[in-house]
């Protein structure tokens, strides 16, 4: 009788990825962001699809664009998007600044939003690459505001991503943050996982290690010859894949088509960790405060389906107005708001 191998309570997947197949350290852009064809899943308003007043999402979206562009007084100036993915945000702050550059540590990020500025006619967006960890390509005070969405805990040394943004901005200019705490993964998403497609052949599994208290994340990431349907069946029968899922005889069965594993290692600071950094830093004001998606969101609910307006020129009015009040309001710093900080 064939005999079940048996494994350790404590050998977790991890452990096993960890021992047998030795994965390589990488930074974030060489983990995922060199490899999407579109960061967002082509699913950003405007620079991906025309605005629909019926969807939630893009009422938010406006928000997050007047968020950026009111908390770093950009209307007019010079501002970085520092990470931009798509070319969000600023391929849709671009029309209300002067000028607006992207650095992005991943080239395909950069081709991507070059080719998305170039689509939408935007003549006074760029983008440039830059080598992770490096000093930025910019003299001392070059901005009079910075935008970072969901980018400053991507890159390997955050701490020391914020001292140089601080030393590109000039006296009296304008930090925006957004991130991702790990607050919100507490009770039961410490573990977790994506499978993201790479082409119609090959997908790659990620699985996600959050260390909440420590505010780190270890992603594994496997690359395997398989469709993302052919992966997700194995996994589930009813496409509803879970971690659970992702055990020790799974990852032996698919061994044999698993041809690249990484691990990429990320920090995230919670808000507060965010406000003592920004203050040890040198930055003169820091303000946690609501957001303009938020202010969207409650506004988009305050309609029926058959009162809420319908052109874009009314509804920015109205989240234009709603944005400029939440972004002054200061908010909890246990809710991880967004950040302002002044230098
Ligand atoms: C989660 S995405 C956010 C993209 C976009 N801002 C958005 O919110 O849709 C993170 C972005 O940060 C970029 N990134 C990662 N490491 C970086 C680094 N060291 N310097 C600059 N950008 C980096 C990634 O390539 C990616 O474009």
């Known amino acids: 009788m064939a005999m079940e191998k048996q494994y350790d309570l404590e050998v977790n997947v991890f452990n096993w990825i960890e021992e047998k197949l030795s994965p390589k350290l990488c930074t974030s852009e060489e983990f995922i962001y060199n490899e999407m064809e579109s960061q967002s899943d082509f699913s950003l308003p405007i620079i991906y699809q ?13 928000g997050a664009l007047f968020d950026f562009l009111y ?25 209300y600044a002067k000028e607006v550059i992207g650095l992005d540590a991943s080239l395909k990020r950069v081709d991507i939003c070059t080719q998305n500025a170039e689509r939408m006619g935007i003549k006074n967006a ?51 943050i957004h991130y991702e705490a790990l607050n919100a993964y507490k009770n039961g998403q410490e573990n977790d996982l994506w499978i993201a497609e790479l082409d119609d052949r090959s997908c790659k599994l990620i699985l996600f290690d959050r260390n909440i208290e420590d505010e780190y994340v270890l992603q594994y990431g496997l690359t395997i010859e398989m469709s993302e349907e052919e992966l997700t069946k194995i996994l589930s029968l009813d496409n509803d894949v879970s971690f659970k899922q992702v055990t020790i005889p799974f990852l032996e069965e698919i061994e044999s088509k698993i041809v690249n594993v990484q691990v990429c290692k990320t920090i995230h600071p919670s808000g507060k960790t965010f406000v003592s950094w920004l203050k040890e830093i040198g930055f003169k004001e820091i303000l946690p405060s609501y957001s303009g998606r938020f202010a969207a969101f409650k506004l988009f609910e305050q309609f029926t389906d058959e009162e809420r307006p319908k052109d874009l020129d009314s509804i920015d009015e109205l989240i234009k107005r709603a944005t400029k009040v939440a972004i002054e309001l200061k908010a909890p710093i246990d809710m991880d708001p967004m950040i302002t900080a002044i230098k």
């Open 50 to 62: 025309p605005f629909d007043s019926t969807k939630t999402f893009h009422w938010t979206d406006r």
């Open 126 to 176: 760029r983008f440039i690459n830059y080598e992770a960890d490096t000093k930025m390509p910019f003299e001392d005070n070059t901005f009079d505001g910075i935008m970072a969405a969901s980018s400053i805990e991507q890159t390997p040394n955050p701490k020391k991503t914020i001292e140089e943004l601080y030393r590109i901005l000039k006296p009296g200019g304008r930090l925006r």
């Open 71 to 95: 908390s770093t007084y950009g209307e007019g100036k010079k501002l970085l998007d520092f990470g931009p993915g798509d070319g969000w945000p600023s391929l849709i702050v671009a029309p």
